[in-house]
T-cell receptor, first 118, second 112 residues
Framework: GAGVSQTPSNKVTEKGKYVELRCDPI?????LYWYRQSLGQGPEFLIY????????DSGLPNDRFFAVRPEGSVSTLKIQRTERGDSAVYLC????????????????FGPGTRLTVL | GESVGLHLPTLSVQEGDNSIINCAYS??????FIWYKQESGKGPQFIID?????DKRQGQRVTVLLNKTVKHLSLQIAATQPGDSAVYFC???????????FGKGTMLLVSP
């Protein structure tokens, strides 16, 4: 079946510009996660949605980063006033129920969006 | 595409050998562990997981071992194939929290 999809696959922008990255989770998955992966590193958690709400945004590095999931399906990660240090692969994952309580289930990752800030 | 494996520990094996990839995790409160495989230009792919009430779990050609005493996790791949070449990450989670914390990763190179 269809997995997690992310668009665009590559995004090149100039310092100071605004970018939006899109994630389409697996159908029926209520939990959605954003991670950021720098070259040679493991993914780092940014934000977790349970349904429409951001249940944990503790990984967002600063207020230039924001994410939404208005209908509990597609999510958009928004980065304002991009900086060269924002260059990385941005990964999205989804899981059926999310973590917490009795529910600890597998996160399935998309292919990522490679963001390059010049 | 650009490799995610630069500057990572590397394990080089011959096709058909058994591979063992190790991971030291950081948080003694972690109770759920996952191994992911990441090929160049792709997102991490789930391989196998284990909960802290177990010390061993087997899948198809893969085995995960957990030693909570020394906070160590290992992934064993039997009869390694060239298609197993990738970067392997362990990840840990604390029940009740949403965050997966990933380790640094190990690049596995399999020669035919």
């Amino acid at each position: 079946g269809a997995g997690v999809s992310q668009t665009p696959s590559n995004k090149v922008t100039e310092k100071g510009k605004y970018v939006e990255l899109r994630c389409d989770p697996i159908s029926g998955h209520t939990a959605l996660y954003w991670y950021r992966q720098s070259l040679g590193q493991g993914p780092e958690f940014l934000i977790y949605f349970q349904g429409t709400g951001a249940a944990d945004d503790s990984g967002l590095p600063n207020d230039r980063f924001f994410a939404v999931r208005p209908e509990g399906s597609v999510s958009t990660l928004k980065i304002q006033r991009t900086e060269r240090g924002d260059s990385a692969v941005y990964l999205c994952a989804s899981s059926l129920t999310g973590f917490g309580g009795e529910g600890t289930d597998t996160q399935y990752f998309g292919p990522g969006t490679r963001l390059t800030v010049l | 595409g650009e490799s995610v494996g630069l500057h990572l520990p590397t394990l080089s094996v011959q096709e058909g050998d058994n591979s063992i990839i190790n991971c030291a995790y950081s948080n003694s409160a972690s109770d759920y562990f996952i191994w992911y495989k990441q090929e160049s230009g792709k997102g991490p792919q789930f391989i196998i997981d284990i909960r802290s009430n177990m010390d061993k779990r087997q899948g198809q050609r893969v085995t995960v071992l957990l030693n909570k005493t020394v906070k160590h996790l290992s992934l064993q791949i039997a009869a390694t194939q060239p298609g197993d070449s990738a970067v392997y990450f362990c990840a840990e989670n604390i029940n009740g929290y949403s965050t997966l914390t990933f380790g640094k990763g190990t690049m596995l190179l399999v020669s035919p």
